[in-house]
């Protein structure tokens, strides 16, 4: 049996500290009035169920016996009037707890969601998708279950028991301990399906994560499925995900098919003994609604026990997502948690790489002693192959990476000396692949900034070009642009994310490859534009098409990590050197 669950992974128990408990308790502060109150009102419930079988047997042996008719038809209206009182609270219960679990999953999931968003760069760049949608939906929805299944039926069940085993003590004690007798066989039998139950639910959830992972890489990538004709092969892999996740599934469910019977086995047990010994005592004066009521008890007994090990399984699940949801809640914010309380002045806009080494892991340096000036108001270009680390310093003036050695610095100050917020904020920059939202043009370029007025975006966007393709759109700048901005042409997406840009009229704009998809004679009505605006603003642009940048004021040709060759156009291209290589192989 313990190579039933192969993976090592999940033969790990999840330790239940006090940190995650004060955790857990800590999530459940808003609700805890309710928490009290969802318990008295599942005791009620549950009494009203426990006292039935008492009503039972005073009718068989007080009334029925003695045929008094008019005490059986008042008894029958209490059994009637406890089974109303039963489902009223039980329907109570179940809105009420439901009611607790989703308001405290409410604030967790975005809680959790606003965390993964605040992530270093770095770090969300490496995680699949996939994962950390799972820890947004499946994991809270399994931290949900705590607290509508498991915290407080775990202390109702367990009060029941306590209950009952003291109501089966006062009806009939014998009977009671031969009842109590198959304690010890309910409790192995339960402890051993815990074991597996865990183990069989945590291989479910790491084969929905990647099944979760999967669908989404390759519906966003269904371009290249199709492209490159991969329906075979993808088909496959899923095929075998899925079979993977298939026989997590039966696996679970052969745990939980398993458990059942094995409980009302236990019980048989239980109500055999009660029969037999209940029959030998008959003898000696039994009374008859004693032993009915008695085996409806031992029936009932039983529920909470087995209740309490099925919902041992979700606590366990609960636990193992709220501990991934506490470990990713408890690692450090990223700076940009921290709110930025300084006004954002404005910057003059000079940008300064000194002696920069930047490797993305170990030593594999990407960046080799990169110095770069540049004065306000000027437009650099940045160019040379590809690979060579221009994209690189674009990530690193935007604090996505900091790097190892070196310094950077935006009008002198250090930029680790600046919070993040007025980085963002001052630096605009179009990066290589153009991320659009669902929504409108307008939506896509002011991102819902309230303070870019419609007047903005449309100047904005005047500047990129791409005005005159929007005015020739029905609904203009309210047109919807479909996922990812499938409704628009990859130069019009690319003049978009410029306007973005712009929009939100950055001290210093970057372009890493703006206008790489965009028509010659569009691209002139660009660069004019922003010959314009540089006079107020720096402009730090990397291009593979060198015509972009022939009219920069300096331009940093980049070789294997380090700044090769530095100057204007046609300085460079006197030098003769890798620039004019450049240059004359376009
Ligand atoms: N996130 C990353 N993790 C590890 N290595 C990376 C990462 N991003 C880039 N690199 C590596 O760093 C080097 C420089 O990449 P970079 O994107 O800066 O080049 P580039 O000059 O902008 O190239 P291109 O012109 O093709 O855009 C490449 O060798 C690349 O493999």
Redesign the pocket.
């Known amino acids: 049996m313990a190579r039933y669950f192969q993976t090592k992974d999940y033969e790990r128990t999840v330790p239940v500290s006090m940190k995650l408990l004060k955790f857990l308790w800590g999530m459940s502060q808003p609700m805890r009035l309710y928490m009290w109150v969802a318990l008295v009102v599942m005791l009620l419930a549950t009494g009203f169920d426990l006292i039935r079988p008492y009503l039972m047997k005073v009718a068989i042996d007080s009334h029925m016996q003695t045929g008094n008719i008019e005490g059986l038809a008042q008894l029958a209206a209490l059994y009637a009037a406890s089974i109303g009182a039963t489902a009223m609270f039980s329907y109570i219960q179940t809105v009420l707890l439901q009611y607790i679990g989703q308001t405290i999953i409410l604030g967790a999931r975005q809680k959790i969601f606003r965390h993964l968003l605040y992530r270093p760069y ?1 770090e969300l ?2 995680q699949p998708v996939g994962r950390m949608v799972t820890r947004v939906t499946n994991d809270t929805d399994a931290l949900k279950e705590l607290y509508t299944d498991v915290i407080v039926s775990f202390a109702s069940n367990i009060l029941t028991l306590i209950g009952i085993m003291l109501v089966m003590l006062a009806l009939d004690w014998r009977l009671a301990l031969v009842s109590y007798a198959m304690l010890p066989l309910m409790v192995a039998s339960t402890l051993l399906y815990q074991r597996y139950a865990r183990l069989a639910y945590r291989l479910v959830r790491e084969k929905t994560a990647l099944v979760n992972s999967f669908v989404q890489e390759n519906l966003n990538g269904a371009p290249i499925v199709k492209a490159f004709a991969r329906f075979q092969i993808t088909g496959e892999e899923f095929r075998k995900l899925s079979d993977q996740y298939l026989a997590a599934g039966l696996k679970e469910m052969r745990t939980f098919a398993i458990f059942r019977p094995l409980v009302d086995l236990i019980y048989t047990l239980a109500v055999a003994m009660v029969l037999w010994l209940g029959g030998w005592d008959g003898k000696t004066g039994l009374e008859i609604g004693v032993l009915v009521a008695f085996l409806r008890y031992v029936e009932k007994f039983f529920w909470p026990i087995r209740d309490l090990a099925e919902k041992f399984g979700s606590l366990q699940s609960a636990l193992a997502a709220a501990e991934r949801v506490y470990d990713l809640l408890a690692e450090e914010p990223s700076p940009e948690m921290t709110p930025c309380t300084e006004p954002l002045g404005t910057f003059r806009g000079s940008v300064s790489f000194e002696d920069v080494w930047f490797a ?2 170990n030593e ?1 340096w ?1 960046l080799r002693g990169v110095t770069i000036n540049i004065e306000p108001g000027e437009f650099a270009g940045v160019v ?12 690193l003036l935007l604090r996505f990476y900091e790097p190892q050695r070196g310094v950077i610095r935006l009008d002198g100050i250090d930029i680790r000396d600046l919070p993040l917020p007025v980085i963002r904020r001052k630096v605009g920059v179009v990066f ?1 692949d153009v991320h659009l939202f669902q929504g409108s043009i307008a939506d896509n370029i002011s991102l819902y900034h309230q303070e870019i007025s419609r007047s903005s975006v449309e100047s904005a966007s005047r500047i990129a070009s791409l005005h005159a393709t929007v005015a020739q759109m029905p609904q203009g700048y309210d047109t919807l642009i479909g996922y990812q901005g499938a409704l628009l042409s990859a130069g019009q997406r690319q003049l978009l994310s410029l306007a973005r840009a712009l929009a939100s009229q950055p001290d210093i704009l970057v372009l ?2 703006a206008t790489s998809n965009i028509d010659s004679q569009t691209e002139q009505h660009v660069q004019e534009a922003l010959a314009a605006i540089s006079e107020q603003r720096t402009i730090l642009a ?1 291009a ?1 098409r060198l015509s972009t940048i022939q009219q920069a004021d300096k331009i940093f040709v ?1 070789s294997r ?1 380090r700044v090769a060759e530095a100057g204007r156009h046609a300085d460079l291209l006197a030098k003769r050197g890798l620039y004019f290589r450049l240059y004359s192989s376009q």
Do not use: F, I, R
């Not at 040379?384 to 990530?395: D, F, M």
């Open positions: 770095a760049e490496g993305y892991q594999d990407v040379g192959l590809s690979g060579s680390g221009k994209t690189t310093l674009v990530n290589q890493d490859e990397v593979h980049m990590g």
